[in-house]
């Protein structure tokens, strides 16, 4: 595989962690699906739109896994976040999986989960 997924995975954490929607908008794919810790489903101009009334104040991702196929990624990771959402602060741990693929104009990332770590 010639692209760095971990390049990907860290330039996609850096965008979202400063609410950059022009990056995040070129790193997503047309398609793309968040499915949330709580089971709620976001296309991407919902995903993008989030930033309105949401920013992160710091996010770290730990236990960064990847498994690499010929023309798609998945990367399985731990989340820490904080947040503040409508005025209101956040703190998260989630267990996150991405879906990387490759299209003709280069490699997006097509879905991502969340999951609830309990007691984490």
């Known amino acids: 595989m010639t692209v760095d997924i971990h390049r990907l995975h860290r330039a996609f954490e850096e965008a979202e962690s400063r609410g950059d929607t022009g990056a995040?908008?070129?790193l997503l794919a047309d398609d793309f699906r968040s499915?949330?810790?709580q089971g709620y489903v976001l296309d991407k101009a919902q995903w993008l739109g989030k930033f309105a009334d949401f920013a992160y104040t710091g996010v770290e991702s730990s236990d960064i896994e990847i498994a690499a196929y010929e023309h798609a990624a998945i990367v399985r990771c731990v989340q820490h976040s904080s947040s503040v959402w409508r005025?209101?602060?956040?703190?998260?741990?989630v267990r996150v999986s991405q879906t990387w693929v490759e299209q003709a104009g280069g490699w997006r990332l097509a879905g991502i989960q969340f999951s609830s770590l309990v007691g984490e």
């Open 24 to 26: 995040l908008d070129t």
């Open 35 to 37: 499915i949330g810790e």
């Open 87 to 93: 005025g209101q602060p956040m703190e998260l741990t």
